[in-house]
């Protein structure tokens, strides 16, 4: 995995040799010399991970600096490593509430921080993924101003559920009350074990089960392979630890489990996959504003031109027939004078669900706007078309709209025009047209009817 990553030190030795043991790896590396001067490189040249030593004299400290990164939109989502000759708990929590991802102290593990550093940037390249979609929605206008907010912020303080994978009674006691504060710990298995948690934490020291095969599976399976893995080590057994995290797991914690490390650890975990989660909803959400109607639910005008178009062209090309149906709400104008725009909208939604249950499955019910309707029906001739498009305007007649707030419900009838395509100049616009001048005529006729109208030089 190619990547840039930010070295930050004062001292030069401290920052070549990490530069020799990435660039062997072939990073890219940036070397700063102080907080002050990352940050600002930080803004500037968007690195995928930053490697931060506390100590920096004449400036500001790695916990500042770091403090800083995370404050600034720009830079706030680039995972940050503290290093640091300090050993002791209050310095380690101390980096992690300054909102670290990960904390080593001297002499530092290669073999440790590399698995750290690969699997850092595995989720950074989701996040990047995430984020360039969603700003790829921005600029089509798919995503509106309401969305622009930063979810990071919105999920930041918010109590979770942690599922505990563990067969230490003493230590299942310990995690339960440190994180049992602020989110609902359970045990796998426990009754009220929740289903869809926010972090798992996974004993791989367990002697009942194997914690490796545990998170192997949770990787691969498509239900939790995104969830947050926090895995409970033996403080000397590097090479287990670094399996951990080969397997899967995001994070380690060494026994004795430490009180206000895996609290810290934990926020951070879940922290940032609530901001996955929110940029995926926040995809969809686009996914949604760009191909459906936002008050009946139906697919709306840009989705019927892009499903409609190709069909045509298929049958232009020997392939089956498309037919489309369009309705209209006969009198809806004066349902909306007489009884308000609400009861329009409800009206609205309750034609377009009668309409959206009593198509095919394979058939779009759409949306053109206001109070006209359109049904593309691939594969289908005029004449099956005409038969559907009757059975559809009987069950829209047949039962009265009971609008909720009304003493009396609604006599709701629609005329159809059906069109399909049958030659070899038709396109999406033609089939249309003829559909609406089957709407037109079969309003000219008496409205509640449907009417079909076929190509001037249909062969």
């Given at each position: ?239 287990r630890a670094l399996r951990a ?91 909306n004078d007489s009884y308000g ?119």
């Amino acid at each position: 995995m190619s990547a840039r990553i930010l070295v930050v030190d004062d001292l030069e030795a401290n920052r070549r040799l990490l530069q020799a043991r990435l660039t062997a790896d072939y990073y890219d590396v940036l070397l700063a010399q102080r907080g002050e001067e990352a940050v600002q490189l930080a803004r500037r040249e968007k690195p995928d991970l930053i490697l931060l030593y506390v100590k920096m004299p004449g400036g500001i400290d790695g916990y500042e600096a770091c403090r800083r990164l995370k404050a600034q939109p720009e830079t706030r989502h680039i995972p940050v490593i503290i290093l640091t000759t300090l050993d002791d708990r209050d310095n380690k929590v101390r980096g992690l509430q300054a909102g670290a991802e990960e904390f080593l102290t001297k002499p530092i593990d290669e073999v440790q921080l590399m698995a750290r550093v690969k699997s850092l940037l595995s989720l950074k390249v989701v996040i990047d993924e995430l984020q360039a979609r969603e700003a790829s929605g921005k600029r089509l206008g798919v995503i509106g101003e309401e969305l622009h907010s930063d979810p990071l912020e919105q999920h930041r303080l918010t109590a979770g559920n942690v599922l505990l994978v563990d067969d230490n009674a003493v230590q299942i006691k310990r995690i339960k009350a440190s994180l049992g504060v602020e989110h609902k710990v359970t045990l796998l298995g426990e009754e009220g074990a929740s289903a869809s948690p926010d972090l798992v934490v996974v004993a791989v020291t367990a002697k009942s089960f194997d914690g490796f095969r545990v998170i192997a599976r949770m990787r691969s399976g498509a239900p939790t392979r995104h969830l947050p893995i926090l895995a409970v080590v033996d403080p000397d057994d590097k090479e287990r630890a670094l399996r951990a995290m080969e397997l899967g797991a995001h994070d380690i914690i060494v026994r004795p489990i430490d009180e206000e490390e895996i609290v810290a650890r934990a926020r951070t975990l879940m922290r940032r996959k609530r901001y996955v989660d929110a940029l995926r909803t926040r995809l969809d959400q686009s996914l949604e504003l760009a191909i459906l109607d936002q008050l009946t639910g139906l697919y709306n005008r840009r989705f019927l031109m892009t499903q409609l178009t190709p069909l045509v062209q298929r049958a232009q090309c020997g392939g089956e027939p498309v037919s489309v149906m369009t309705l209209d709400i006969d009198y809806f104008k004066r349902c909306n004078d007489s009884y308000g725009h609400d009861v329009g909208d409800k009206v609205l939604q309750e034609f377009s669900a009668r309409l959206a249950t009593n198509v095919r499955p394979s058939d779009f019910a759409c949306r053109l706007g206001g109070e006209e309707f359109v049904v593309i029906m691939p594969r289908t001739s005029g004449d099956i078309a005409c038969l559907a498009a009757e059975r559809l305007r009987r069950h829209i007649a047949a039962t009265p709209f009971v609008i909720h707030g009304m003493d009396h419900a609604l006599e709701i009838t629609a005329s159809i025009g059906v069109a399909c395509s049958e030659t070899l100049e038709d396109t999406a616009d033609s089939v249309l047209k003829r559909a609406d001048e089957g709407l037109y005529e079969a309003k000219r006729a008496g409205r509640n009817r449907v009417m079909g109208r076929t190509a001037p030089h249909a062969a």
